[in-house]
């Protein structure tokens, strides 16, 4: 028996070995997997395939892996702008792209701003003599800014186009919350700052309204005069002025409809357009299905041409998303982890400038100061310092601004919402109604406040007014210094209004027009470095090495979640269902979650982005809490 055990100690003692060995090399085949990079070697003679599913960003979010797999869904798909444009002036000078094909089947959008500087590049594109060739079933106003760039514009015959404009309502929940019994205490200043009226009023102000005509009937103009520059054969006066005379026109054929307003080239199903640009670039030869044609994706051809991420003399810190304190993001501004970046490429020799790329409706008062603060380091050290304004740039995302030598912008870029607010909800009405009373002995007026339960004093309303004021008065003084203007002079075209571009530059809150290679070649001039001996790096860039793998695991391309914006037009209404949700999620954790006096530009228009996996998890958790009330 002695000789059996010790037997079989030796067998368990090899077969858990053997699960260390197996469980090492698991681990380490899936760490080669996941740190690999896409293969330059799959570039090759043809077309350059850029497959735009998705949402066209300032900075693609990170991917969380575990609350990815958790969730069962697919992170939303994430396209950087600025690889694109760096793909598309790539394309114009390679031998070995023919054509470009933007497949824009499942686009859904991605700012004005981002769609005028990638129809820049693709013009670049075309009088590099290459052609660019878009299709989708269904296009809509983002999908023509970019297609009007384009050589051939195709249509599926069951799909169309419609320009629906900028503009549409917001949510009011005065309400709801009155409803719900939830007081809400709001501080601010600014006749404009109509980031709390959501939770005030049911409709906006006379002042909010007056705001948003002058805003989006600029954005609209703007948008008219780019696409009917790039394509002058679209009657888009028609299609606009009475768009039911001109559907009804083609017996209510979308298509036909579209054909014939100059809004598309060609109808044919995606093996027909296929046909039509092997005709250009020449068949795929490896394969006989119908349709294809030789191609290079993008990932891999980005792969090849490089990134220049790694080094350079230009610093590049993009501020994407609400601006928060603490690490998070990409994807989102924290504070703590842009400050941290700045932090330690001024600890370098090697740094000669910096740009600022802004694309953020602000936020936290506390992070924007943060970020500025470490801004103005690099300008202590005489450091060249610029600031790229992208879609959006309002609130806080201007108050990170504030120290810099110069401000670049484009005609569509919405910035200014200089003005300040908090909100915090109380409970005491609600609390009163399920029979809860709040009651005890303070010291003085300040005891065991803020109350949520028992309410506010009047104290701590006037100390909490007063703080926003003064907030509101230290970001008026910023920006007076900043822009060589007196502290009233801003004040008028502060109290929290949203300008466009613009406007902008002629109230002087913008120095010039320029995307961020402009800003970018401007503080390489400023920091005396000699043409063609310099580069950019981009700051925190470098995408986790499994984020690809995420990706394509969790992606079901037989589900209707992964084909958002694709299908007819009627299959649109999927993306603002969505779009829909995560309005409503961001309202409510701006009620519920406010830490601090905040700089935000609700009011601002927002841009086709994804609900997040956090976003979709506070909303239930939200729902859930109030139907257990």
Not at 174 to 202: M, Q, W
Request: hydrophobic share 45%.
């Amino acid at each position: 028996m002695s000789f059996i055990g010790k037997a079989w100690k030796v067998i368990v003692g090899i077969k858990d070995a053997m699960v260390i060995v197996f469980l090492l090399l698991f681990f380490l085949a899936l760490f080669s997997i996941l740190s690999a990079t896409p293969n330059p070697g799959q570039v090759r003679e043809g077309a350059l395939y850029i497959d735009m599913s998705g949402y066209v960003v300032e900075e693609r979010a990170a991917v969380d892996p575990v609350a990815t797999l958790l969730s069962g869904r697919a992170p939303p798909v994430e396209l950087q702008a600025r690889d694109l444009v760096r793909a598309l002036d790539a394309a114009a000078g390679d031998d070995r792209i023919k054509a470009v094909v933007m497949d824009m089947s499942a686009f859904v959008g991605g700012g004005q701003v981002h769609m005028q500087a990638i129809g820049e590049a693709m013009d670049r594109v075309r009088k590099a003599d290459k052609p660019v060739l878009t299709y989708a079933v269904a296009y809509g106003d983002d999908h023509m800014h970019l297609a009007a760039h384009a050589s051939e514009v195709w249509a599926d015959p069951l799909g169309g186009a419609i320009i629906a404009g900028p503009g549409g309502a917001n949510l009011y929940y005065a309400e709801l919350l009155d409803k719900l019994n939830i007081n809400t205490r709001v501080y601010r200043v600014g006749e404009f700052k109509s980031a709390v009226e959501p939770y005030i009023l049911n409709g906006p102000s006379d002042a909010a309204r007056e705001n948003r005509e002058a805003l989006y009937g600029a954005l609209w103009e703007e948008w008219q005069a780019n696409v009917k520059k790039a394509r002058p054969s679209l009657d888009l006066d028609r299609v606009i002025g009475d768009p039911v005379a001109w559907v009804e026109a083609s017996s209510g054929d979308l298509a036909e409809a579209a054909l014939e307003a100059g809004l598309v080239d060609n109808l044919g199903d995606s093996v027909e357009f296929g046909t039509r640009v092997a005709e250009i670039v020449g068949e795929d030869t490896s394969t006989k299905k119908p349709g294809t044609y030789a191609k290079s994706d993008l990932r891999p051809f980005l792969a090849d041409i490089g990134n220049g991420d790694s080094s350079g003399e230009i610093a590049v810190v993009t501020v994407a998303g609400t601006i928060v304190d603490g690490d998070a993001g990409p994807g989102a501004a924290g504070g703590a982890r842009i400050a941290g970046l700045l932090n330690d490429a001024l600890a370098t020799d090697d740094i000669k400038g910096l740009v600022v790329r802004v694309n953020s409706p602000g936020g936290s008062v506390l992070a924007s100061e943060e970020i500025r603060r470490a801004v103005q380091r690099f300008r202590d050290k005489d450091i060249p310092v610029a600031v790229s304004f992208a879609n959006v740039a309002a609130s806080g995302g201007y108050w990170v601004a504030t120290s810099s030598d110069r401000i670049f912008a484009q005609p569509e870029t919405i910035t200014g919402s200089i003005g300040v607010f908090a909100v915090i909800p109380t409970f005491e009405d609600a609390a009163a109604e399920i029979g809860v009373n709040a009651e005890g002995f303070r010291t003085t007026p300040l005891s065991g406040q803020p109350d949520l339960i028992a309410g506010l004093s009047p104290e701590v309303d006037a100390i909490l007014q007063a703080g926003v004021s003064d907030t509101y008065s230290d970001f008026l003084t910023r920006v007076a210094e900043a822009r060589g203007l007196t502290v009233e002079q801003v004040d008028t075209m502060a109290q929290g209004r949203v300008w466009d571009g613009g406007t902008a530059r002629q109230l002087g809150l913008v120095d010039q027009f320029g995307g961020l290679q402009d800003a970018i070649n401007w503080v390489a001039e400023k920091a005396e470095l000699e043409e063609g001996s310099w580069s950019a790096r981009f700051l925190g860039s470098q995408e986790a090495s499994y984020d690809s793998l995420i990706r394509q695991l969790m992606t079901d391309t037989s589900a209707p979640a992964a084909n958002i914006g694709s299908g007819d037009l009627f299959s649109l209404a999927a993306h603002q269902r969505e779009a829909l949700l995560g309005q409503i999620t961001r309202d409510a954790q701006l009620l519920a979650g406010t830490r601090g006096v905040q700089a935000y530009c609700l009011e601002c228009p927002s841009e086709a982005r994804p609900m997040t996996l956090r976003e979709r998890g506070s909303l239930f958790e939200l729902v859930g809490a109030w139907l257990g009330r």
